[in-house]
Nanobody, 115 residues
Framework: QVQLAESGGGLVQAGGSLRLSCAAS????????MAWFRRAPGKQRELVAR???????NYADSVKGRFTISRDNTKNTVYLQMNSLKPEDTAVYYC?????????WGQGTQVTVSS
């Protein structure tokens, strides 16, 4: 079992920045695939960004150039730096990990961007 705990959400004005953190209960050196998803009101959950253990990253088109995903293996934490936030980024953001063939989710953290 892997437990994931997100933090860093909040209310921010359009154009502002937030950094989300996802702390894992296991060493993330053993977790090859970690990602951030989000679910906006009335919409399906969507992939925001993914990072693999080798450092490969990919992003949703809507966040490219604004968001950066990174991982710190020494702190067992994955980050999502969000810059130039827009009202349409408002959502609950979830951390996700694929470990030993199983999928794990955090409880989510709310991000609200006001116009």
């Amino acid at each position: 079992q892997v437990q994931l705990a997100e933090s860093g959400g909040g209310l921010v004005q359009a154009g502002g920045s937030l950094r989300l953190s996802c702390a894992a209960s296991e060493s993330i050196r053993s977790i090859a695939n970690m990602a951030w998803f989000r679910r906006a009101p009335g919409k399906q959950r969507e992939l925001v960004a993914r990072i693999l253990s080798g450092g490969f990253t990919n992003y949703a088109d809507s966040v490219k150039g604004r968001f950066t995903i990174s991982r710190d293996n020494t702190k067992n934490t994955v980050y999502l730096q969000m810059n130039s936030l827009k009202p349409e980024d408002t959502a609950v953001y979830y951390c996700n990990a694929v470990w030993k063939g199983n999928l794990y989710w955090g409880q989510g953290t709310q991000v609200t961007v006001s116009s």
